[in-house]
Every structure is written in C-alpha cells, then in structure tokens.
C-alpha cells in the first residue's frame, strides 16, 4: 500500500491545513498564547517518469521556478507600496464625507500603484498580493479595483477567491454575496469558492449562515454534491462547532437521505470529535461508519484515532494502535502518524519514545523523513529544552534537503521566548534571514514583537522590528497591533499609541473591544477626553460603514 502523504490527509478533511488538530498540523489554535500561526505545508506527489521526460519536467521547472522568483518580487514590491499608502476608505474618519475621503484616498493608492514600475499585471500576481493582504480586507479591495482597470488583465476565480478570503476576514459578507453575483456573470463561480464563503461565515461563530450559503448553491446553478456536503461539515468542526456538524449529518444523511456519506464524510466527524477530546462520540461515529456504512477504516482514519487519543493524553493507548497499525500488512502509518505521536510524547517530555517513534518512521519510510516530521522532533527536544539537540537536528535537516523552513525556527524561538531566553531568542530571529537561509514571516515578527513588548523598556527595539517588517511589505496584524498599542499606553506614550491605533483603523483592521477599552482610558486618566472621543467616533464609522464595489 502507497505511503500517504500530508496532501493526501488535506484532501480527506477540508481545511486541515488551516486549522487546529495535533501538535503537528498546520494552524495552532494556541495564537494568543504563543503567536504561533500556520505551518508551513511540505508535501510532494512522486511520479515514475522516463529521462524524456524528467528532462522537459526540468526545463518546465526550471520556466516555473523563474516566474515564481519574479511574481515574488513584484508582490513584494507592490505590499511596499500598499503598506505605505494605506489611507483607503476610512482613512479619512472624522472629516468630509465618506465618499469623498474614499475617492481621495483611493486616488492616493492607485496613483502610487501606477507609477510601481510592474509592466505585466498577471492573474498569479494578483493573486498572491491578495493573499498577502488576506488580514487587510479593505486594502485588498483597493487593490483588487486598481488592478482590473489594468490593460488586458481580466480577474480569475482565484483572484476572485482571494478576495473574498479577505472581505470574510473583516465580516464584510454583503460586499462578499455582491462579488458572487459578479463571479457568476463571468463565468467564474466554482464549488470552492462557496466552501470559502461557508468557512468566513463559520469563523465568524455563524453556523446557520454557513448552512444557509451552502443551500445557495443551487440558486446560482450548482447542484450541491456530497463533496460539498463533506465541506459544509469539515468547515463547522474546524471552527469548534462540532455538535452543529453532527446535527447536520444526522439531518441530511439518517432524516432525509440527501446524501450517502463516505469514508471521508467520517472520517471529518471523526476529527472534529477528536479534537473536541470526545472520545465517547468519536467511538460512536467509528462504530456507525463500520455497522451502518459499511466501511472500513484505512490509515487516514488510524491517524485521526492516534491524533484524538493524544490530544486525550491517551499514549499508550495510541501506541497499542500503531504497532496494530504495524502489523498490519494491508495498512502502512502514514508519516501524520509518527509525526503526530512524535509531537505528543515530546510535548510529555517522554523524549526517548518520542525519538524511538522517529527512529521507527525512517526505517518503515525509507527515506529522510518530511519537513513536519523532523520539525515535531526539533518541538519535542525543545519541550526538554535540549536546545542544542533541537539545532542538531536541524543540521540534519539541511544535510538531508529537507528543509528547515521559517517554521522549524519559529518553533526554537517559542520555546526560547517562553523558558525567557530572550537574548537567545533575539540572535536566532536576527540570524534566520542572513545566516540561516530562512526569512522571517509574519508569525516570526509576531512573536518577536510581542516578546520585546512584554519586556521592560523594550517597546523601541520592537518599534524596529515593526518598521523592518513593513520594509520587506509585509504588514501587521491585529495581534501585532494590539500588543504594541498595551505596551505604548503602559509606558505612557499616549501620541505613539494614538499613532498605531490610527493605521490599524487606516487599514481597516477592527481592534479588539478590550484595546480600544484600555488605550482610552489611558487618555481619559491623562487628561485626553476629546482624542478618546475623537479615536471612538473613527472606530464607530469603521463599525457601521460597509465597503462598496
């Protein structure tokens, strides 16, 4: 039986590389804790070629490889000009209408967009400065609008979808439906990007109105399938809302018989149930799949099993199923599940099983282990804090090929800024880039900031930080913000925090109730009542203006 691989466990349960799961998967659900943000994905397709064609493959590659380096510089590029350039629609709050401070600041933005210097305005480009700006809805619509007056370019449904990502972070869900209706007078509406819509809504805590566009589907011509129904329900369990996810199978599939579920529609209850540390329904819903449907487990399945009995603490009862798992000759372990029980033990400080479960996978693989595999080994030496094994490791890495990647840092600088390392943890982030091949990336200057925030008199190098983050176009988050405005208001640097408030409105990045809270009644106690006056009114117009088209 084929290995799987990482891309074969995203393909069985939607969004698995967006959201929590084991200490491996791709998105830590400890952000505001740790800083920690997404993983970075490491997955290859292997493919029997003859030398024919390994050789046209190469030269292909090699076409490929030079037009990501330049689609990656002009993006970069433009994000420059955008971070610096970012009065849009509420840039000008507080003064003249919001039309024609819109206008204005729009025409501000695309005059400096002009004059960039980027003759060719590809599809691929746009699409990645949308993904860039994905925190940023409302300056993602800024660009979105400059580039189709651009000449000869036409948006695609990726540029489309990257759009509304960005809209659904800001809950702009009325612009959002409007872009549809444009989408599907070009032709360009597909399934994907109603599951898109489906995860902005469940993000935002609101499950029926994931349901509700889900059923739309069939209004604008697309028969809703069983692949879509697996979405729907993959998209409620990744943001928590599991018992919606069951009751909605038990509808459509036990009540009405819409669908017929597969090994996949399972094995997304199965995960959701698992990370919710509910092992009773997790063994319900196995027991129906085998009984009721018919099927049988395979090693994806085994993996959601393990993953549920660690994040329980369970060990040694994950451990029985792998040598179960063994010694089965039909069913190989995935690397997902000795990544998984790799990371679990580790963070257990049961190093020497951890390490013994990485010795077994590169004996069953017979090959260097995948990125997340040694990055669960680098995490659990890190749990001992045995940093000097976790770099030792990471020399491997790098002998073998195998990376290491901005995460396999972020992990090291985790665990030195939580054992207050600080130093330590200052040298290896200002070495990632020049010595270690690996540039910072925005879950990197998160943590970085946020420690020198937490520290005392620290607030300028994190200021430092900040700007040398924005130089490489790479803009802030609401985290970011939100750690930098506390640490201004508490040394009582009331102007700069005033500063900062203003661009995270400038670019429309809603603020925390609880930092808004703080940063006025530090000017209230200062003797500031019209500038908190003045910074809520913004905030208010921000809150109930919506975006137009």
Request: hydrophobic content about 35%.
């Amino acid at each position: 039986m084929v290995l799987l691989n990482y891309r074969t466990i995203q393909n069985r349960i939607p969004g698995y590389h967006q959201v929590v799961g084991s200490p491996c998967r791709y998105r830590c659900r400890s952000i505001h804790s740790s800083g920690f943000i997404e993983e970075e994905e490491d997955t290859n397709d292997y493919h029997d070629n003859d030398n024919g064609n390994q050789i046209s493959n190469s030269t292909t590659a090699t076409k490929d490889s030079d037009d990501d380096r330049n689609i990656a510089i002009d993006s970069e590029k433009l994000c420059k000009i955008l971070s610096k350039n970012h009065h849009h629609y509420y840039g000008g709050c507080g003064s003249g209408s919001s039309t024609s401070s819109s206008s204005s600041s729009s025409g501000i933005i695309e005059s400096a967009l002009d004059h960039s210097g980027i003759k060719v305005v590809s599809p691929a480009l746009v699409e990645q400065v949308l993904k860039k700006l994905s925190n940023v809805g409302a300056l993602a619509l800024s660009f979105f609008r400059w580039a189709e007056k651009q000449q000869g370019f036409k948006h695609t449904t990726a540029t489309y979808n990257a759009l509304i990502e960005a809209l659904g972070k800001i809950k702009q869900f009325k612009l959002i439906w409007d872009t549809v209706h444009s989408m599907k007078l070009k032709g360009l509406l597909t399934r994907d990007t109603f599951g898109l819509i489906e995860r902005r809504y469940a993000r935002a805590r609101k499950p029926i109105e994931a349901v509700e566009a889900f059923e739309k589907m069939a209004k604008f011509g697309l028969k809703p399938e069983l692949s879509d129904f697996n979405t729907l329900i993959g998209t409620l369990c990744k943001s928590g809302q599991v018992r919606k996810a069951q009751e909605l199978f038990d509808e459509m599939v036990k009540r009405k018989k819409r669908f017929e579920p597969d090994l996949k529609t399972y094995t997304i209850l199965l995960d959701g149930w698992g990370t919710e540390r509910n092992l009773v329904l997790l063994k319900k819903a196995y027991t129906e799949m085998r009984d009721e449907g018919g099927l049988e487990p395979d090693v994806v399945t085994f993996g959601i099993i393990i993953n549920a009995y660690c994040k329980s603490r369970k060990y040694d009862e994950a451990l029985e199923l792998l040598r179960e798992i063994e010694a089965n000759k039909k069913c190989k372990p995935s690397p997902h599940i000795y990544c998984t029980l790799i990371s679990g033990l580790g963070s257990e400080k049961r190093l020497n099983e951890a390490l013994e479960i990485f010795e077994r996978s590169k004996a069953v693989n017979g090959s260097p282990p995948e990125v997340p595999t040694y990055n669960a080994v680098v995490r659990s030496f890190c749990w001992s804090m045995r940093l000097h094994d976790a770099y030792q490791v990471v020399e491997e890495m790098r002998r073998n090929g195998v990376g290491p990647t901005s995460r396999t840092y972020d992990i090291i600088l985790h665990h030195l800024i939580k054992a207050r390392r600080m130093k330590e943890a200052y040298s290896v982030f200002q070495r990632m880039g020049s010595e270690f091949g690996c540039e910072p990336n925005l879950n990197t200057y998160t943590m970085i900031v946020r420690m020198l925030c937490e520290e005392e008199e620290r607030v300028d190098m994190a200021i430092k930080v900040w700007d040398q983050m924005k130089d490489k176009g790479i803009l802030p988050s609401m985290h970011m913000f939100s750690a930098l405005i506390n640490s201004l208001c508490h040394e009582n640097r009331l102007d700069d925090a005033c500063k900062y408030f203003q661009e995270m409105l400038d670019l429309g990045i809603r603020p925390p109730g609880q930092l808004y809270s703080n940063l006025k009644q530090a000017l209230l106690d200062a003797g500031k009542k019209d500038v908190a006056l003045d910074l809520g009114l913004k905030l208010d117009k921000i809150r109930k203006i919506p975006l137009i088209r």
